[in-house]
């Protein structure tokens, strides 16, 4: 299944603020003299150079800021472009930005977040989930939290920690519900893993309703022609097939192979998993020689794609060999 990733549009208190070269060059120090002399008063010039301080640290606190949400921002559009290097360095350079000796910000829990999904993915998981820990440790903003619980589930669930990865999409789902509202695009993806995992634990039933709205909420927040979308349809059908289901199982797989199809393109590769579904389902309700276009449609898109032992393709040959040895 496609677990699903969380891009969040979190509100933080970072703002631009103008860089000047006064700013850069401060010594952080006061002119009590020169003051003293203007107000007057030991306590006032005292009191007036508390107030100059505080007010400079402020504006480099928030340039500081602002300039790690931009590395983060950058960060992400590499992760997301598929360069891994380069994004898992701009994540690491907006962390050591937001820190520099200070108390991090929110950046630095929206940039281990994102850091821990790119992490999980490259199948990191024990530093994956130390970043998402930190989250929970740190950040009080409930949908950073939702975003880390959400992430710790994906992390849970490739361990095959079922009970681990169950309360923590539970948790996340909570609490992205009270902080985006209940039809946000970051609470689809959140019942999009929880169908997932439910659907991983035998839980058909559950699995269904959570992938069901999973799909609602996701075509009305991205849109039909979105990948997210064809991602809840293929996992709903998945579940669907599980309980027994197959003809809406074969229905929502058909429908996210038309949306990858036209967003994604024929040769993409969510394409070959969309065409391998179908051939399950049809194979399933013994329509072998439809299966088989499928599997070799399938096969033909990922066999540039992958090593020659990747388990996608070692699957589809099984899938294959049962079709040419079954009736036509």
């Given at each position: 299944?496609?677990?699903?990733?969380?891009?969040?549009?979190?509100?933080?208190?970072?703002?631009?603020?103008?860089?000047?070269?006064?700013?850069?060059?401060?010594?952080?120090?006061?002119?009590?003299?020169?003051?003293?002399?203007?107000?007057?008063?030991?306590?006032?010039?005292?009191?007036?150079?508390?107030?100059?301080?505080?007010?400079?640290?402020?504006?480099?606190?928030?340039?500081r800021i602002s300039?790690?949400?931009?590395?983060?921002?950058?960060?992400?559009?590499?992760?997301?472009?598929?360069?891994?290097?380069?994004?898992?360095?701009?994540?690491?350079?907006?962390?050591?930005?937001?820190?520099?000796?200070?108390?991090?910000?929110?950046?630095?829990?929206?940039?281990?977040?994102?850091?821990?999904?790119?992490?999980?993915?490259q199948g990191d998981?024990?530093?994956?989930?130390?970043?998402?820990?930190?989250?929970?440790?740190?950040?009080?903003?409930?949908?950073?939290?939702?975003?880390?619980?959400?992430?710790?589930?994906?992390?849970?669930?490739?361990?095959?920690?079922?009970?681990?990865?169950?309360?923590?999409?539970?948790?996340?789902?909570?609490?992205?519900?009270?902080?985006?509202?209940?039809?946000?695009?970051?609470?689809?993806?959140?019942?999009?893993?929880?169908?997932?995992?439910?659907?991983?634990?035998?839980?058909?039933?559950?699995?269904?309703?959570?992938?069901?709205?999973?799909?609602?909420?996701?075509?009305?927040?991205?849109?039909?022609?979105?990948?997210?979308?064809?991602?809840?349809?293929?996992?709903?059908?998945?579940?669907?097939?599980?309980?027994?289901?197959?003809?809406?199982?074969?229905?929502?797989?058909?429908?996210?192979?038309?949306?990858?199809?036209?967003?994604?393109?024929?040769?993409?590769?969510?394409?070959?998993?969309?065409?391998?579904?179908?051939?399950?389902?049809?194979?399933?309700?013994?329509?072998?020689?439809?299966?088989?276009?499928?599997?070799?449609?399938?096969?033909?898109?990922?066999?540039?794609?992958?090593?020659?032992?990747?388990?996608?393709?070692?699957?589809l040959r099984r899938?294959?060999?049962?079709?040419?040895?079954?009736?036509?």
């Open positions: 299944m496609s677990e699903g990733e969380l891009e969040l549009e979190v509100e933080l208190e970072a703002k631009p603020v103008a860089a000047s070269g006064e700013l850069a060059q401060s010594s952080g120090a006061c002119d009590l003299q020169g003051v003293l002399a203007a107000e007057g008063s030991g306590a006032l010039a005292r009191r007036a150079c508390e107030r100059d301080l505080a007010i400079e640290r402020e504006l480099a606190h928030g340039l300039t790690a949400s931009a590395l983060n921002n950058e960060a992400r559009e590499r992760h997301l472009a598929g360069w891994v290097e380069g994004a898992r360095q701009g994540y690491d350079q907006a962390l050591r930005e937001d820190a520099d000796g200070r108390e991090p910000s929110a950046v630095s829990a929206l940039a281990r977040v994102n850091l821990a999904l790119l992490l999980h993915e998981h024990a530093a994956a989930e130390q970043h998402l820990q930190w989250v929970l440790e740190h950040a009080s903003h409930p949908a950073l939290r939702g975003a880390a619980y959400h992430n710790l589930s994906l992390v849970r669930l490739a361990q095959d920690d079922l009970d681990g990865a169950l309360a923590a999409s539970q948790r996340g789902l909570r609490a992205l519900r009270a902080s985006q509202g209940r039809a946000h695009g970051s609470v689809g993806a959140a019942l999009n893993a929880l169908g997932t995992i439910r659907a991983e634990r035998g839980e058909l039933e559950e699995a269904i309703v959570a992938l069901e709205a999973a799909v609602e909420i996701r075509t009305s927040a991205l849109g039909r022609l979105h990948p997210d979308t064809a991602a809840s349809l293929t996992n709903l059908g998945i579940a669907l097939g599980r309980a027994g289901r197959w003809e809406e199982a074969l229905a929502r797989q058909l429908e996210a192979l038309e949306i990858d199809q036209e967003v994604l393109g024929p040769r993409h590769a969510a394409t070959a998993v969309d065409l391998a579904q179908i051939g399950e389902a049809l194979m399933a309700l013994h329509r072998t020689r439809a299966a088989r276009a499928r599997f070799a449609a399938a096969l033909e898109i990922l066999e540039p794609q992958r090593p020659i032992d990747d388990p996608e393709l070692l699957e899938w294959l060999a049962l079709c040419n040895a079954g009736p036509s």
